[in-house]
C-alpha cells in the first residue's frame, strides 16, 4: 500500500495522509458481491473514470467527464450493456447518473466488474457523495461532500481502493 491508495479502515478511508469518515453498503463487505446484495466488495478496485454535473460542480480533475441528461448506468443482469454508462432510452434497468438529489454530483467509476461483466455479479461500485453520515449506500462507498471534492481533485486513472 502507498499513500496514494484509498485504503478502507474501520475508521475511514486512508488517503494521502489524511482519513476520511465515509458510509459503505448496507449489507456491509463481502467477498461474493451479488447483484441488489447491497455489499461494498472486498479486494483491489482501480478509480477508472470521474464523473460530474457541469450544472452544479466545476470539473473535479482533468479526466472528469460531464454528466449529461440522459445518461444512465445498466444494472440490469439481461442487458447486452449490463454494468456499462448508457443513455435515455434504455429498455432494460438502470439507475439514472443525473439524479435530482446531489449525491451523484462528483461520481468516481470503479473497475469492480467492469469492463468485461459478469451478469449477477454486482454494478456500479461507486465514490460519491453520502447521504448523511453513517447512512448505508447500495455497496458504493461514500463520502461528505468537501472531502469527496478534496479525493477527486486527488486521484487519476488507475488509484487504487483497497476494500
Keep these: 500500500m502507498s499513500p496514494g491508495d484509498l485504503v478502507l479502515t474501520p475508521g475511514g478511508v ?4 489524511r482519513r476520511f469518515p465515509c458510509s459503505i453498503g448496507r449489507g456491509g463487505l463481502s467477498a461474493a458481491k451479488r447483484e441488489g446484495d447491497g455489499a461494498t466488495p472486498r479486494g483491489v478496485h482501480h478509480i477508472v473514470g470521474v464523473l460530474y454535473r ?12 460531464p454528466i449529461l441528461p440522459g445518461d444512465l448506468w445498466s ?23 443525473r439524479r435530482a438529489d446531489p449525491l451523484y454530483d462528483i461520481v468516481l467509476l470503479t473497475d469492480w466488474n467492469w469492463p468485461e461483466a459478469q451478469p449477477g455479479r454486482g454494478s456500479a461500485i461507486f465514490l460519491h457523495q453520502w447521504r448523511r453520515p453513517g447512512y448505508p449506500t447500495e455497496g458504493c462507498i461514500a463520502f461528505r461532500r468537501d472531502h469527496l471534492a478534496w479525493i477527486a ?6 488509484t487504487r481502493v483497497i476494500v
Design 14 to 17: 486512508r488517503f494521502m495522509g
Design 54 to 65: 457541469p450544472d452544479r460542480v466545476l470539473p473535479p480533475s482533468d479526466f472528469a467527464r
Design 75 to 97: 444494472d440490469d443482469i439481461r442487458d447486452p450493456a449490463y454494468n456499462q454508462m448508457v443513455r435515455v432510452p434504455h429498455g432494460f434497468s438502470h439507475e439514472t447518473l
Design 153 to 158: 481533485a486527488r486521484v487519476g486513472p488507475g
